[in-house]
Every structure is written in C-alpha cells, then in structure tokens.
C-alpha cells in the first residue's frame, strides 16, 4: 500500500487496462470482444493491454495479433510496463476477465491499493479481491457480454468509479 497508492482518477476519455501475462487463459480475447461490443455501441473508452506475449507457452496470445489489434483496433497495446504504479496513476479502471484458476493476482491488489475499480471473473482468487457492486464488479468467465455490460457501468459512472476504488482501498 505504500507503493501502490490512490490517485486522482485522470482527465480524458476513460481508460481500461488488462495487465497481465498476455495468455489467452486471461481473457484476453472477452477482453477484445468486449471492447469491440463497447465501442460498436458508440462508447468512448480507450482499452489497453499492458503486458507481453511469452512465444515459448502455447497459450500465448501471438505478438503480430497485439500488434495488428494496436494497429487497427478495438485495443490499445503498451507492452511490458515497468513502472505499474504510474500506469494505474494514468488508467480509471482495471480488468482481468481470467478464468485461469488463478491465486490470489497480484495486478488485482495493486489495482485495489491504487483505488481503481476493478471487474473481474468470479472465479476462486479473482472473486477473493472483488466483492460484486462494492468495488467493482464479477462476471462470468467466458462471457463476452456480461463483461462488456459490466464495463459499461464503470465507464457510465464516474462517481460510482471513486467510490468503488476508494472501496477497494480500504
């Protein structure tokens, strides 16, 4: 919590980042669709992809696919990140739509020390960091749409975004 502390939610358009190992296991592409449902529907959102792809594991999201989704959309990709708390300094809102099985992951407490707002999965670990309408939201995995619906509620509420990451904080 002293590392990763709350911060003003930034001025422009809102931002959603998915940081994380790019896998698909992830949720990388209910992240994309969901995205692309968003911004389809006329939502002005940036989304962003914060991590690299790791050629050597077969569930890899492919390094040309990141690129060809920052080229032409629906997806922002910046790569590997060194410095997390400045990017959560610069973002309203983080996902993590994994259905991985995860631990407790370790980008969903940095989230939540930095006050973002957080949707999730409710999966075990994921579920653990996230209590639903509290400060953020879960969603069931694999689900596209939910996960689209329950994005739109963070990015239609900005008071309801400082409420959920002050939330989350505590």
């Not at 997806?75 to 990140?81: D, P, Y």
């Amino acid at each position: 919590v002293s590392t990763f502390e709350p911060s003003q939610q930034p001025a422009g358009p809102p931002i959603i980042i998915l940081a994380s190992r790019l896998v698909w296991d992830k949720g990388v592409k209910e992240f994309v669709e969901a995205a692309q449902i968003l911004k389809q529907s006329g939502t002005e959102a940036r989304f962003v992809l914060v991590g690299k792809s790791d050629p050597l594991n077969p569930n890899a999201v492919p390094e040309e696919r990141l690129k060809d989704w920052d080229r032409d959309g629906p997806v922002e990709w910046w790569g590997f990140q060194e410095d997390m708390p400045s990017v959560f300094e610069n973002v309203h809102a983080v996902c993590l739509p994994s259905y991985y099985r995860e631990g407790v992951p370790k980008v969903l407490i940095e989230a939540a020390a930095c006050g973002r707002p957080i949707v999730t999965t409710d999966m075990p670990g994921c579920r653990e960091i996230v209590h639903d309408g509290e400060n953020g939201f879960l969603v069931p995995p694999k689900d596209s749409a939910a996960l689209s619906r329950a994005l739109k509620k963070i990015l239609e509420h900005p008071e309801k975004r400082e409420e959920m990451g002050a939330r989350g904080r505590q």
